[in-house]
């Protein structure tokens, strides 16, 4: 069971950090390390014992995917529950997950502790799950992979609609129908179409703005398949385009393939992006590449490693990073190649294979 695996690992980090006792409350990590993918509970997990605590909508939908744990419903009084099978479990010191705990529930914890038999202190952790979620397994690949897959077939799909006339939230449509027909539970995120002077808003949401002829589409988007998402840019002109964006594109498609080239383990997150953001500068663009080169993608869209100027963590085999330099010229229009790469022992491999070339249509 691959569940069984993640909770090995995730046991000897706890071991080494003297943690005891996990209460895991966050919807990817508890989803990665029980399988259970409905979006109410809680995980407690010790060096003996795990529990997943669920209430009765999904006792039985839990005992059926997290086959690891052992399900708690947690009936009428959750918070007498959850004292009940932590004194059962012998926990008297609890680390949660830091970045995720609400303030609200952390001193409602406190109240309510001071009613139970046995004392529970609780203590701060953090990133402990994530930083195994870093690191795909190969059913997380093959998952992964498949989202990548609709996302390429995706973008086949949008250049058979991208035409003058168009609007960017039309194409988006189309684009996510397609997607969900295709057997994909959701887009990953907010699809992003912005064409002409709107390609240089990074992150511009599709808008009633019709193509025009000489635009540059900037298209990015994703799907989900069973719970992992695909992230996937690319950017087409509609003729006749400008002689410089063809440039641009190049110098942009370069930075890309040079940050893939050298993408391997042992490498910091930051040595990556140095590769790309270089290139760019070198060719006068530098200030125009306004955000940091990737990002882990997995069971969030957003999650580690980090490929930023900042980003000190070592890249290991297994890591599923994008790869997405840009360049944006205010008030004209912007160019971004992304595409989402899994680090190998020596190197790299891209996993999305939608062409990468320049097409003007
Ligand atoms: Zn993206
Ligand atoms: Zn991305």
Redesign the pocket.
């Known amino acids: 069971m691959r569940t069984r695996s993640r909770l090995t690992r995730l046991r000897q980090i706890m071991a080494a950090e003297g943690i005891t006792a996990l209460w895991v409350r966050q919807e990817e990590n508890r989803r990665y390390l029980s399988g259970f993918t409905g979006d109410s509970g809680q995980l407690l997990i010790t060096p003996a014992a795990c529990y997943l605590l669920t209430d009765g909508r999904f006792t039985e939908q839990a005992r059926q995917e997290a086959p690891d744990f052992q399900v708690v419903d947690l009936g009428n009084n959750p918070w007498e529950q959850l004292g009940a099978t932590l004194a059962a479990a012998g926990i008297t010191r609890l680390h949660f997950e830091a970045e995720h705990l609400t303030y609200a529930t952390y001193t409602e914890f406190l109240e309510q502790a001071r009613d139970w038999l046995r004392p529970v202190e609780l203590a701060p952790s953090r990133g402990l799950v994530e930083r195994l979620r870093q690191v795909k397994d190969d059913a997380e690949l093959e998952l992964l992979q498949r989202a990548i897959d609709l996302a390429d077939a995706g973008f086949s799909h949008l250049l058979r609609h991208l035409r003058p006339g168009i609007t960017e939230k039309d194409l988006a449509l189309e684009l996510e129908y397609f997607l969900g027909k295709e057997g994909a539970s959701g887009p990953?995120?907010t699809t992003?179409i912005a064409a002409g002077p709107r390609a240089a808003l990074p992150h511009g949401v599709a808008s009633r703005h019709p193509l025009q002829p000489g635009d540059l589409v900037v298209m990015?988007?994703?799907a989900v398949y069973g719970g992992y998402h695909s992230?996937?840019?690319r950017t087409v002109a509609l003729a006749p385009v400008a002689p410089e964006w063809r440039q641009v594109y190049n110098v942009v498609l370069e930075a890309q393939g040079r940050a893939i080239a050298a993408l391997r383990s042992g490498m910091e997150g930051r040595q990556v992006d140095a590769v790309a953001r270089e290139h760019i500068a070198a060719a006068g663009y530098g200030p125009y590449f306004s955000h940091s080169l990737g990002h882990g993608v997995g069971l969030a869209?957003h999650e580690g490693p980090t490929l930023s100027s900042r980003s000190e963590v070592k890249l290991t085999p297994g890591m599923v990073v994008?790869v997405?330099p840009g360049i944006y010229l205010p008030g004209r229009g912007g160019i971004?190649i992304?595409d989402v790469v899994l680090v190998l022992e020596d190197g790299a491999r891209v996993l999305s294979h939608a062409p990468r070339d320049f097409i003007e249509l």
């Open positions: 990953s995120f992003i990015d988007f994703g992230d996937l840019t869209i994008t997405e971004r992304e």
